[in-house]
């Protein structure tokens, strides 16, 4: 029952952070969809760890470089999806209120997505491998 729990609770999560995100695009004062882009990075910033997991063989304790290589770039991702609103704020193509709302939304997001791979990271028997 707690993997049930731990899926409400990490959908919330991410309930609140589009909620952020679509507050930073569609509030009267702001009216610019420009952050709504940041959708792109949640959708990838997964990818390169999933992929290393199916390919990486976990039983060695010693570090791997594909394993590396995918948090890399995963933390690329991130700290890409955390500078755009800032350049677009820089930029005035949003307002700084907006930016705030924005990055707010991202913390919460990649939380949840951080959450996620550590519930459900683990062998046991309710897995994400299962899906």
């Known amino acids: 029952m707690a993997g049930i729990k ?3 609770s990490l959908s919330f999560g991410g309930a609140v952070g589009l909620m952020f995100l679509m ?5 009267p004062v702001y009216n610019t969809y420009w952050p709504l ?3 792109f990075f949640y959708i990838l910033s997964p990818i390169p760890y999933c992929i290393s997991r199916r390919v990486v063989d976990d ?8 394993k590396e290589l995918a948090i890399f770039l995963t933390t690329g991702i991130v700290i890409s999806a ?3 609103p800032i350049v677009f704020a ?3 193509v949003i307002a700084w209120g907006a930016c705030a709302l924005v990055l707010t939304g991202n913390l919460v997001i990649f939380s949840t997505i951080l959450g996620f791979f550590m519930v459900f990271g683990t062998n046991d028997d309710f897995s994400w491998q299962q899906w």
């Open 23 to 27: 507050l930073g695009c569609a509030l």
């Open 59 to 66: 039983t060695d304790s010693a570090s791997n470089a594909c």
């Open 90 to 92: 820089r930029a005035t």
């Open 82 to 84: 955390f500078g755009l």
């Open 6 to 8: 731990a899926l409400i």
């Open 37 to 39: 882009f940041l959708l």
